[in-house]
């Protein structure tokens, strides 16, 4: 029988009354794991945020983000050095943190468990320290979730932009080369977008332009985005993929489809859709 690895196993902090431990959750729009997979940049805002106690108030972060649909599973991000305080352009103070060469190997690689169930998510570190059990250390750091198949392919926009920006190989190969149908839908106003790719386009491609520029050339989206910036689309958009077809498949067939499943999702619809054709 394989006995239980732990943290204490790995890491052996000189004072573990020097860390608070950081357990990031879901804040009603992002999950910090895909934050953490897309850009170590904006994770370390994760850990600058200033509520209205004064949290981290120790020289030291442990910082975790929460798995998805793994509650108990937290994936570390990083020992974060609190440097300083400062006030943000709105007025409010934000810690400064910088991130140290502890445990630098395992950052976006080691999963730990940990159950927690309780509200708080800036804690001193000793109170679990003991409890953390180590559950996976990846062979490389993690770059978001692995192709999951073509017929259960749905993410959100945070999720696919991380995907993209670190062009994971697994997804980059499965929808490169292939054509087909998606679904692009506006979780703020229920209403859907039905495009395509064909052509020199393969899916992969096709998304991309959404990263970059947050609508895909759609009239109705780019007038969406006159109103808003690529921030509306992070917390509101999301990609489904309807069918996808062989590369040799003809680009006649592939737009069928997509008409075909405009109708069935009555995507051209002025209050429910986002086709204009």
Known sequence: ???????????????????KVHFARWNGETHPLHVLARSMDEWRQWQEWH????????PYIFSLAQVPEQNDIWMFGGIWAVTGKGIRADGRPHYQVQLTGELSGAVARLNLHRIHRQRGTRLNLENHYAHFIITEVLA?????????????VNLDFHELEGL??????DWATALSHVKGVYLVTDTC?????VGSAYGEW????RWKTYIQLGHGGNSEMVELLRDHDLGYCRRNFKFALLEHMDSRTDDNLVIQRESYWKQVLDSRNLITGMNAN
């Not at 993209?164 to 190989?169: A, G, L, Q």
């Not at 106003?189 to 977008?193: A, E, F, K, M, P």
Request: glycine residues 6%; hydrophobic residues 25%.
């Open 164 to 169: 993209v920006r670190n062009d994971s190989p």
């Open 202 to 205: 393969g899916i992969w491609s």
């Open 140 to 152: 490389r750091r993690y770059s978001g979730r692995a192709f999951p198949g073509y017929h259960s």
């Open 1 to 19: 029988m394989t006995a239980t690895l732990t943290l204490s196993d790995i890491w052996h902090p000189a004072s573990l009354t020097d860390y």
């Open 189 to 193: 106003t229920q209403r859907r977008y």
């Open 51 to 58: 509520p209205h106690r004064d949290d981290f108030n120790r």
